[in-house]
């Protein structure tokens, strides 16, 4: 802990709040990209990054990098500003790799520069938005309608290629994204994509109508598969940012619906994994065994997704001990099934040849790049936001991290499968221990301009939330950052020297949530997703056929 | 031995029981607290908009008319996330999520509830201000409200106010 | 309700900025429990060969012009199957600066830019919509089962009696303080001193 202290200080900077969750660190422009470095290799890697209009409080743009030190059990927020006149930050993209997107991000929606940065594209807005219109600013209404500013679309021509646009609607997409595929005969050479369709412009409306109390319900819609994750995540960034305590059958309560949604999660991911790889039995028979996660869900709180069940302070409602009975006889069955079902598919040789040494995303890269989740431990790194900075109740509870080190698509089955039966271990564990008392904290003071930062772990990686607070029950800036976020870069690194007819496997094991990912894009290739558009063309120009 | 899986597989596929839901030919169960269509008891509401202020999406909207003297509050399906907030924060209990949950229609305007509530009139200068039910509420069970404010329009009442308060200073002084 | 007896509908399904919640439940549908294949509805990879788009989302900008695209190669009688609150009104980002909020307002932005016609819609409220549902509006297309929903209007009125006691209750109250009974005196809607 002093380490990290130490280090900060002797690159300039200048620890400002202190809190048992994160540092709120305050650097200079000159120094932010030594800084940077040094945190880097001091074992930190970077989480995301957000830009704030600060000039009704100090005439500032102000530019936050986050940090996850998993060593110190601390997350290090980094502030630059910069003043309006002269609008540009030295980009530390160079630095380490993973700041790439959140910089593009702060120059579309804030119109910061970032002098340095190797590939300053527009990023999120639509293709028909103008020029020099930056909707997070804050004199720009959430709800004004910008006039289009049409451009034709044209695709860009290559001499040794033929162009093949793809999307945004394919049989094979469930989400909307545009490629355009470049290829030789069978073989694809090049890739240009663009994405950011479901961009919903949800952090400018929570600034704008949305009050403190009404943001877990926007969040929860960030994602339909792990909306319940946001939620909370939302709530312990705002409850960090006040200092406050949530009382303990609340935890117990949010534990047990975040533990229900991994399960249902994974299931669903298994059924995809089975149906991409053309095994549709495996596909009907696991979302069979999903049903009775939902009827569990719908008893609990009322819907089958979006539980709607916690709000800052607390949870909503109670559960009772037939509830608990219930909960536990289906958990049981469902724990019978899916062993059956993965026996059965495990003995099936033909379903391992395809996933087994396929996809590998060694050790070394892994840490580069910022993988979070089961990719990440997959391919052997021991870090998971439950063990790394407790939340809600599993500081109290005991259970396991699966780790494999066979770094291929396999590994990461495997890691989600014993994940399965540790999430029902630990439903048990709560059910038994949960403590009586009250649910909810029912007045509370929100002091005006305080930073929080929230984590948990979603079914596919560290989810980050950071939050100002702001007077009379509004939020000033709110950013949710998603796992797969962190996870699509790598898909290059694993795809590289692989046969196309595995890519759509190799894709869907890092679990894409493209919703989620939220303001951001991932792109598509024939079957399944890209990313990066370097990288990426390079990777596919060095397919093997 | 690949077999073996694929065999064991077809055989517990084929010996499984059906699980198709009879559905919609019979109803399926719903559980207790399930979240379905909100729907307000007019005999209840006493027009106070709480459940406007709070609701997420502005489902739930409330506008007076001066023309016929009317609050209108309408409730629009098509936009609510059911996420219960109106239910928690009525005073009266008048609107509830119902089990409610085959809402589809052909037109957009069969997913409107709207209620009409009277307004009353300021005994000073006749304005419109809210709703009779809800100056009732407020007489029986609100907080220690002086009753003489009650059928005041805001702009009366701040002049009232100001009136009461130059009357005392006079009584003290004098 | 729908001109032509519609059994069997073949559905493209189409995304149009959503949370995923839906598009989850639309593939739900089609699994062992719910089993929407017992009416013959079946899942199209183009919208040439459907009868009915799928459409969860609200429309976002990005989108707008995909979806007029998609909904022009739909062939006759067409028909859109508004799934969700974001698609039946906007949802919660209904007036956001980059959505264009729900299929009414998409329609409002086809028939002016695109001089298209509004094919008929089938709105299925819910977040998310539950496949019983989805269910239920394929029973309503093939004549199985009637729309329950209607519209409902109340107008509450209050007695002359009961305004009486109002205003009885409150003049004595004014009554009893006695420098009130100068100033609430009525007076006419204009400006004038009391």
Known sequence: MQDIKRVIEENNGKIVVEHDYFLLVEVSREHVRKLARALFEAGAYYSTGVGSDERPRNGFFAMYHIL???????YIVLKVEAPEHDLRIPSITPEIEGANWAEREAHDVLGIVFEGHPEPERLILPDDWPEGVYPLRKDFKYNEKVKPVRKEEKFVEREDALVLPLGPFHPTLHEPEYFEIYVDGETIVGARYKGFFVHRGLEKLAEGRLTIHQIPFVAERICGICGYTHMICYCQAVENAIGLEVPERAEYIRTLLLEIERIHSHILWFGVVYHLLGFDTGFMHAWRIREKVMDIAEMLTGNRKTYGMSLVGGVRRDIDEDKKEKTLKALREVSQEMKKLFNDVLAMKEILNRIEDVGILPKDRARSIGVVGPVARGSGINTDVRKDHPYAAYKYLDFKVPVYNGCDVLSRYLVRADEIFESIYLIEQVLDQMPGGDIMVERFEVPEFSVGVGATEAPRGEDVHFVITHRGSKVYRW???APTYNNLPSVPVMLEGEHLADAPAIIGSIDPCFSCTDHVTIVDDSTGKILFRGPLEDAIRRLKR | MSSMGRLRMLIDSLSHPRVTEKYPYE??????????????DPEKCIGCAACARVCPPNAITFRDD????YRVLQVFLGRCIFCGRCQDSCPVGAIKLTKEFELVSLSKDDLYQVVKLELAKCIRCGKYTVPYRYIKYLMEKGPKILKYELLLCPECKGEIMTLIKYHYAQEVHE | MVDVLKKSIWVFHLNSGSCNG??????DVFTPRPDFERFGVKLVPSPRHADAIALTGPITRAMVPKVVEAIKALPEPKIVLAIG?????????????????GIDEFYKILKEEYGMDPPTTIYIPGCPAKPEALIYAAGILADI???KQRRREDVIREED??????????????????????IIVKRGPKEGSV
């Open chain 3, 85 to 101: 609150a974001c698609a039946c009104g906007g949802g919660i980002w209904h007036d956001t600066y980059v959505v264009v909020g």
């Open chain 1, 68 to 74: 996850n030190h998993e060593e110190s059990k601390k």
């Open chain 2, 27 to 40: 109803p399926i169960p719903i559980p207790e607290d399930f979240r379905g269509k909100p729907e307000i």
């Open chain 1, 479 to 481: 950013r949710p950052r």
């Open chain 3, 145 to 147: 089962i009637k729309q």
């Open chain 2, 66 to 69: 001066h023309e016929q003297g």
């Open chain 3, 161 to 182: 009696e009961e305004k009486r006691k109002i205003e009885t209750i409150i003049r004595e109250e004014i009554g009893s303080r006695h420098f009130l009974p100068k």
């Open chain 3, 22 to 27: 839906c598009d989850i439940e639309v593939l």
